[in-house]
């Protein structure tokens, strides 16, 4: 089947999002991407919000319109008479609360095509929502990692309805550090002969925290290695607190989150996720491999579709404290191994996790669901 290859109109649905985090900085990289492509995007998004403000920072077009939960309509109008004026061609949502009335008003309009990428390795609850989702709303469902997919095949989404695209790091942009090893390690409190683990993002219990503590007190004190945790989240005081009661203080460092975080991965010698979730696709295993840092990453989730255990780092167990310990202390006393998982991973990221390899596929997948509607359409006319 010939694909079609003229700009299409695209609105990219962020309006129930409150705030930010990956799933937002994913939708307006991805957007950014298509409009560097020739393609003439929108993002709806709540005015004045983080995304509003960030999209139009990048020059990004914008549609002002707010979602506050599944069955709010209040800019369902909003919606429908945007896509029939502009003649829009595809409607991607993000996120469960945006999942209902802006596709409903996109299908009213005639849009013919309409996805919704699952960033969360969540089942529909109930048969009704599948159906209604998979087989009134939207043309196809997108899966950031085959463990989401799987999660979607299990609660009985058609097979033939899902197609995996992971998410993607800018990697080019991703490199471009603005600061030297050195000082960043000297900020963090680093000396020059420790390695050091760090650990990126939110503190909170499904991101397995707890088990890092624990591993370094497993490595005790003969090993020159230092612990570096940047973020905040909803267990930072407990954090702080465990490492205080267990007397880590001198080898725990906590740093809060940073926006130059390319400097801080740079800086660091080992990246950890010890995530005791079904994380459905780091982007912190992206960023750290885009640097050519090895990862230990847990066996759940989308993290052993990235990390190929021995070659780009580590695999252990969830919540084992002691596989993860041995993994850093392999690494911690190896250089070489640190730097060719280092070398292997950076490649890897380049090859299947970049963010112009996941536009490549969405642009694909755009144009072949389009040509599906317009056959459709072509047979109920002849009908």
């Known amino acids: 089947m010939e694909l079609t290859n003229r700009p299409l109109t695209i609105l990219q649905v962020a309006s129930g999002f409150p705030a930010w985090g990956g799933t937002e900085l994913h939708l307006l990289n991805l957007s ?7 393609h003439n995007v929108t993002v709806a998004c709540r005015p004045d919000g983080w995304v509003f403000n960030k999209a139009t920072e990048l020059g990004l077009k914008t549609l002002p319109a707010t979602v506050l939960r599944q069955q709010d309509w209040t800019d369902y109008r909003v919606f429908r008479d945007w896509c029939k004026s502009n003649h829009c061609d595809v409607v991607h949502a993000h996120w469960s609360t945006d999942a209902f009335v802006p596709a409903s008003a996109a299908r009213a309009a005639g849009v013919p095509v ?25 043309n196809r469902l997108l899966a950031v990692s085959q463990s989401v997919a799987n999660t979607l095949i299990k609660c009985g989404v058609p097979k033939r309805k899902i197609t995996v695209v992971h998410h993607g790091t800018d990697v080019g942009e991703f490199e471009q550090t603005t600061a030297s090893v050195d000082s960043v390690r000297a900020e963090l409190g680093l000396r020059d002969d420790e390695v050091a683990v760090g650990i990126v993002g939110r503190i909170a219990q499904e991101k397995g925290h707890r088990y890092l503590y624990e591993a370094m007190t497993k490595l ?27 007397g880590l ?80 202390a392999r690494l911690a006393v190896d250089g070489d191994l640190r730097r060719s998982m280092g070398i292997a991973g950076r490649e890897r990221v380049e090859e299947y996790f970049s963010l112009n ?27």
């Open 32 to 38: 950014n991407q298509l409009v560097r492509r020739g």
């Open 114 to 138: 309409r996805l919704m990428t699952r960033h969360s390795p969540y089942p529909f609850k109930t048969p009704l929502g599948r159906w209604i989702f998979t087989d009134l709303l939207y």
């Open 220 to 246: 005790g004190d003969g090993m020159p290695v230092r612990a570096v945790v940047v973020g905040d989240g909803p267990d930072a005081d407990s954090s702080r607190a465990y490492v205080r009661d267990h």
């Open 249 to 328: 203080e001198d080898r725990v460092i906590f740093s809060p989150f940073r926006t130059d975080v390319n400097n801080v991965f740079n800086a660091l010698d080992i990246i950890v996720v010890p995530s005791t979730w079904e994380e459905p696709c780091s982007a912190v295993i992206q960023q750290a491999m885009a640097l050519s840092r090895p990862v230990i990453g847990t066996r759940a989730g989308g993290t052993p579709e990235m990390i190929v255990d021995g070659e780009t780092g580590l695999l252990v167990a969830p919540a084992d404290s002691e596989s993860l310990a041995g993994g850093i």
């Open 357 to 383: 390899v996941m536009t490549d596929k969405i642009v694909d997948i755009y144009q072949h669901e389009l040509e599906l509607a317009r056959g459709r359409a072509r047979t109920t006319a002849g009908a």
